[in-house]
DNA sequence: CAGTGGTCTAGACCACTCG
DNA sequence: GAGTGGTCTAGACCACTGA
């Protein structure tokens, strides 16, 4: 058994389960720092044996690793030891899209296009309070700081309201884009935000094995008549981003 | 076996592991109504009889919807179903505390002391730009809507700039106190919000058997001349709480 | 005190992957 | 192709809890 793993041990005296005592114990290791990134833990089965229990022990323990993003990898090449992502915290104060907050955090925002299209929706026909066969522009899209996927987002715009967007690829800014070539003023919007555990879609986009916490936002921008121009679902990878907000007395 | 429970079945010709076709099937069963708050699921012997599978198997699908909150109970009396709490929306534009935000929701806030005493805490001291031995009123609160604990709060508040706090009992609204006791005049603050896994003693106050996605606050409330005054770290429940803002264009 | 879920074992077969 | 984790089984003992 390498050295940094000798150490471990479990007790069948004491009152909890084997597998958090290693849980436990392997959690210190990688806190600690002495596993880093991409560190091997030794394969299960060896480690069940080196500590005198079964391997479905040791492996609930790897479990719950993975569980909580820390352990990843899989076949030939075994339990690999990741990252934490670092969180970014953009000072957000008035609307602004994601394009304009990577920018001030010095960051390069890139724009992964899955979906762009017109489609008519009953459920954003009421949202918009729109005719039912009202047409929207539908993008989703990856949005990434520095190559880091950081949010998953949908977002439907009013091609009445907007029918420049009906041209839009989908690529970078939509407020500019509004702001610009639709020449509307934007007035404002609601916003909601809830803390959520991923979908499988949005944790196979962040490279998630298992749903992590998320904040999920909700925006409803507006443009100064009062008339709903944007929608947005924006779903962001709770290990990275911190939202902040001003609030005045 | 009873009839609710009768067309669940598995199939080892399909590709997805059997405990997760049976977790699927139980999912359905929750989210269709067919099973109802307080209703039993089998005992997992028996459903593993009867379906032709390990007890293992089936236990690993009760987990997961233990592990989603949606089954509790123990020993005895089995595993029972549990109802999602309903979210409350609490509209937030300026600068207003717990029991405000519920009274415009037309709930009872209730409020839970576990801690109020004074201390001195190097972090504190920093964080305020205090000397480290600077004194500090230290509340730790479980505030609840309606009886249902919705946040765990720690809160500091600075004993040389409101004096008078130190004669809290740390019940009803502390921004009430600061303004008609201390009379200080509240100049803004500085919040963020992060989505998070509720920590055990978090998991404890909300009653969850695992840790769940949760708002954390961080909020720096500072008099209008700019000195802090206030600082507080609250926690809110995911499934119980949605944050509602309004953004200026 | 009987039945429940929590934990653990020893062993097996599989799909995948990397050397 | 050898080694890895993913899944599954059959069986066992335990602590707890509610009837």
Same mark, same amino acid.
């Given at each position: 058994m390498p050295e940094t793993f000798a150490a471990l041990q479990v007790d069948?005296?004491? !009152?909890? +389960?084997l597998w958090r005592q290693l849980y436990m114990q392997l959690d210190d290791l990688l806190t600690s720092g002495a596993l880093r990134e991409g560190a091997s833990l030794p394969p299960e089965r060896d480690l069940a044996e080196y500590l005198g229990v079964s391997r479905s022990t040791v492996k609930r323990s790897y479990d719950q690793l993975r569980h909580d993003q820390r352990l990843g990898g899989r076949g030939r090449g075994g339990s690999v030891v990741r990252k934490p992502p670092e969180r970014v915290q953009p000072t957000l104060g008035p609307l602004r899209g994601f394009t304009e907050e990577m920018r001030e955090l010095g960051k390069t925002a890139t724009t992964n296009v899955l979906q762009c299209e017109i489609v008519s929706d009953r459920r954003m026909a009421s949202i918009f309070q729109r005719p039912s066969n009202a047409q929207f522009l539908h993008v989703v899209r990856i949005r990434e700081g520095d190559g880091v996927p950081m949010t998953r987002e949908l977002a439907w715009y009013d091609l009445s309201l #907007? +029918?420049?967007? #009906?041209?839009?690829? $989908? !690529? $970078?800014s939509a407020y500019e884009r509004l702001r610009d070539l639709c020449r509307l003023e934007l007035g404002g919007a609601e916003q909601s935000v809830e803390a959520v555990l991923s979908s499988p879609l949005e944790s196979d986009a962040f490279g998630f094995d298992e749903p992590q916490p998320c904040l999920l936002f909700k925006r409803m921008t507006r443009i100064r008549s009062g008339a709903l121009v944007e929608y947005v679902e924006g779903t962001f990878r709770g290990d990275a981003y911190v939202y902040r907000i001003e609030l005045e007395p």
């Open positions: 069948t005296e004491i !009152s909890q +389960p #907007a +029918p420049e967007m #009906a041209f839009w690829n $989908g !690529s $970078g």
